[in-house]
């Protein structure tokens, strides 16, 4: 089978899928008998080449005849468990080399040490000895006792087979770890100084590790808060010479206030490094004016007649100057005034540009609750003003939820008066899910009086024209509109006037002795409703006979059966 479109070198992958074609299509027995053993092997194809890079050039129609015995081009694959070992000086290391057919020998390479032909029957030679289940399980490995830096490198294992004319050989990386130097820390200059730094300065800070074997890991903290931004990519130097690694980091910040006083740290991870050495920090001196608080502060739980202390925090850099101010008196730190009743003391640090100052009041009046103190502030970067009111009530429990706790009530309670507002003005105007409140639905069957419904229309329409419905376009409305407005009023008036004298004459003109009842037949408890002409209505009419005296005492008048028109 002709394999075209390969590589330069073929990869084993290829190579096997070959050689189950291979196997397949030969259907003599001509294939040379240590070809067929492997196939045919327990281990199969996994264990023919894998290590070999088989030129191209050789592959023809057929089977390559490279691979041949004496050609030595077949090779056993060897695994190599683990392919990588990092260790100290002093402590030990092992490993093993794997095949899937039985060795002959076994041969291990270490630096600094000359080659070793182990097996489980030979003793520990220079600190090495065999490890493995045997030669015949496949398996080559040795143990390292007390490494020493000179044995870092590369450890190889050779195996013989009985029907390779080469040896399989396998390679596993040693690494015997040196500890590098101790971290190194630049940070860039100041606006100011060297070392000095102001708000809103761009802080540039490299930490290099020299001379390590492994290379070393690099970590930032500031104080102890691990940093993961505005970190730069990881450079490592090698050094080939001396098989040594140096690692370079960058780091930038946007300084702020808060980050006056705080340690910049670096810190060097290795497994050769101990603690005392494995970090470098420097303490960032940022300058900044007092910074400011919110206004007024307020102060609880004073006593009238008893001594007082006001305390401010003031966070500054450098040490900012104190002066109090009450009424018209200025008062620094350090002295009185001039009734010796206020004291403003010295401002006590609390490290890190965090100050505190504090004026005494030998007894609190009525009028310093209705004072505002007034504290100044300053150093070389600017001036601040902090103004404080005390008061003899308890401190609130609603300061403690904080503003963004207080701005959220104060949102809820501004929704739910828009809620109710929407609510009273909709049901006022008959707007939305009110506007059917004073729609009058007629059912099927329902009846009522001529005489009523006009009525009823007639004063329906009367409160109407008095109390207009309530909307934007009635309020804003020119005079013109007005006008017109009320002339229409008037003339509808007049209307329903003339019509219900109408309706009061045709009652005058009725019999007398008849009563128009209107009888429901459907549903009670009704509205009246106003009905057009056409509409027909059912009348029960009631006449009363008089009797005379003598008849009614003995019996009682009784109606006649009413009848229906």
């Known amino acids: 089978m002709p394999i075209k479109n390969i590589s330069p070198y073929i990869d084993i992958i290829i190579v096997e899928d070959y050689m189950r074609e291979f196997q397949r299509q030969s259907a003599s027995d001509s294939r040379p008998s240590w070809i067929t053993n492997k196939i045919d092997s327990k281990a199969g194809i996994r264990a023919l080449i894998r290590v070999c890079s088989v030129p191209s050039a050789n592959f023809s129609q057929g089977f390559p005849n490279c691979y041949r015995p004496n050609k030595g081009c077949l090779s056993v694959y060897v695994e190599v468990m683990p392919r990588e070992i990092v260790a100290l000086p002093k402590q030990n290391a092992t490993f093993l080399c794997k095949v899937g057919v039985p060795i002959q020998y076994c041969r291990i390479e270490i630096p600094a040490l000359h080659p070793f032909n182990l097996n489980p029957n030979l003793p520990p030679t220079n600190g090495v000895v065999y490890h493995g289940a045997g030669l015949q399980a496949g398996q080559c490995g040795a143990t390292i006792d007390s490494l020493k830096e000179e044995n870092n490198g590369p450890v190889k294992c050779s195996m013989g087979i009985a029907t390779e004319s080469r040896e399989s050989s396998a390679t596993m990386s040693l690494t015997v770890a040196k500890a590098p130097k101790t971290p190194e820390l630049d940070l860039s200059r100041g606006t100011d100084s060297l070392k000095v730094y102001r708000v809103g300065d761009m802080l540039q800070a490299s930490c290099i590790v020299k001379d390590g074997r492994p290379a ?10 691990p940093i993961y931004d505005n970190l730069g990519m990881v450079t490592i130097v090698d050094n080939a010479k001396e098989d040594l690694y140096s690692i370079v980091q960058n780091f930038t910040r946007k300084l702020r206030g808060s980050d006056n006083g705080k340690q910049l740290r670096c810190v060097a991870v290795h497994p050769a490094l101990s603690s005392h050495n494995n970090e470098v920090s420097r303490q960032l001196d940022i300058k900044y004016q007092p910074l400011p608080h919110d206004n007024p502060i307020d102060k ?11 305390t401010v925090d003031i966070h500054a850099n450098p040490r900012p100057q104190l002066e109090w101010v009450v009424g018209d008196e200025h008062i620094k730190e350090g002295n009185v005034d001039s009734t010796g009743r206020l004291e403003a003391q010295a401002s006590r640090d609390e490290g890190r540009g965090h100050y505190i100052a504090t004026l005494r009041i030998a007894s609190i009046t009525k009028q310093d609750t209705e004072t505002q103190f007034r504290l100044i502030a300053y150093n070389d970067q600017g001036t601040t003003d902090y103004y404080i009111v005390i008061s003899t009530s308890p401190e609130p429990e609603g300061l403690e939820l904080g503003i963004g706790y207080i701005v959220g009530i ?8 828009l809620a109710i507002f929407l609510i009273v003005f909709a049901r006022a105007t008959g707007r939305w899910c009110f506007s059917g409140r004073n729609q009058t639905v007629r059912h099927a069957g329902e009846t009522s009086s001529d005489t009523e419904s006009t009525v009823a229309e007639v004063r329906q329409r009367e409160s109407k024209l008095k109390a207009p419905r309530l909307s934007f376009s009635n309020v804003f409305k020119k005079n013109k509109d007005k006008v017109t407005h009320e002339e ?9 006037e003339q019509k219900v004298q109408d309706v009061e004459k045709q009652q005058s003109d009725k019999p007398e002795g008849i009563v128009y009842a209107e009888l429901d037949l459907v549903a009670q408890n009704l509205r009246p409703m106003v009905k057009n002409d056409d509409d027909k209505t059912e009348y029960a009419e009631i006449i009363y006979t008089q009797k005379p005296e003598s008849e009614t005492e003995q ?11």
């Open 555 to 565: 019996t009682p008048a009784q109606p006649e059966v009413p009848k229906t028109t």
């Open 216 to 225: 070393a890991n690099i970590s930032w903290f500031l104080d102890e808060e």
């Open 488 to 496: 229409e009023i008037a003339r509808n008036m007049e209307l329903d």
């Open 300 to 310: 609880f739980g004073y006593e009238l007649g008893k001594a007082g202390i006001i």
């Open 410 to 417: 104060v949102v809820a309670i501004l929704v739910l008066l």
